[in-house]
């Protein structure tokens, strides 16, 4: 290849060389690349996956207008934004594309935002944190699950019978019962590890849920598993988890939980 170095015209440019021989590589997602529908509010989803991927697994983010008041006429208004969000995703080859909302995949319908996405990416695997939940739930073989969340009452006990209509039983539930995102994704890991030992103590259950990917677990995860005895995940820690599974990623990554040590 021929270099050309011309000038500009100009005093203070010595050279300007063009052309400059370069090579290619796959890029950040050599393992995989990994697409994320990321609420307006969301103040947290982020951070969580970034602690949680591992190195050759690519991250791209997309906003997905939302109202900052979690109520169920609300989260339904956010399908309409779905097709929009995901076409201001880089022009890369998505493996999975993941909505970031729990109470709205289940408001919405899980089938209902995969199709949404494949509108304008079809044939990509989709998931969301209800989807992931479960599929966690599974692949640890936990039954009885008990349920924390930030939500209010409605979006409670919607939540639970889902869950439930899906095969898993919540015989334990605990609420921060903010609906003002803003402020949940300020609750302080102390008090939500507190709140996680507190709903899990219960024998009736055998794992821990943490409904919202406003709320900080992926960093606790381990920590309060350990002093728990029981397996835990959330909406963002499961997702992420779902991702990389699904995205062919299967080795086991340490310091995230039983969770990350599990396959699909």
């Excluded at 290619?24 to 697409?35: F, K, S, W």
């Excluded at 334990?172 to 102390?190: C, K, Q, W, Y």
Aim: charged residues 20%.
């Amino acid at each position: 290849m021929t270099i050309a170095i011309q000038s500009a015209g100009r005093a203070d440019l010595v050279s300007n060389i063009e052309n400059i021989p370069f090579e290619t590589d796959e890029g950040i997602g050599r393992t995989a690349n990994l697409g994320l529908l990321v609420l307006r509010t969301d103040q947290t989803i982020e951070d969580e996956f970034r602690f949680a991927l591992p190195e050759g697994v690519a991250l791209y983010g997309a906003r997905l207008h939302s109202p900052v008041e979690i109520t169920p006429d609300n989260l339904r208004k956010m399908e309409a934004e779905i097709p929009g969000a995901v076409g201001l995703l880089p022009d890369v080859c998505f493996d999975v594309i993941g909505f970031g909302c729990t109470s709205g995949a289940l408001v919405i319908g899980e089938s209902q935002v995969a199709r949404r996405v494949r509108e304008v990416m079809p044939g990509v695997k989709v998931t969301d944190p209800v989807t992931a939940a479960r599929a966690a739930f599974n692949a640890l073989g936990a039954k009885r699950v008990a349920l924390l969340t930030p939500y209010i009452a409605t979006i409670n006990h919607s939540l639970r019978d889902a869950f439930m209509a899906r095969g898993l039983e919540i015989p334990v539930m605990g609420s921060f019962n903010e609906p003002d995102d803003n402020l949940v994704a300020r609750i302080t890991t102390t008090a939500i590890e507190k709140a996680i030992l507190d709903v899990g103590a219960s024998d009736e259950c055998d794992a821990v849920f943490v409904s919202c990917t406003s709320l900080r677990v992926a960093r606790i995860a381990e920590s309060v598993e350990a002093r728990l005895g029981k397996p835990v995940t959330s909406s963002n820690h499961a997702m992420a988890w779902h991702m990389l599974r699904l995205g062919g990623y299967d080795k086991s990554i340490a310091s995230l939980g039983k969770l990350y040590r599990t396959a699909l």
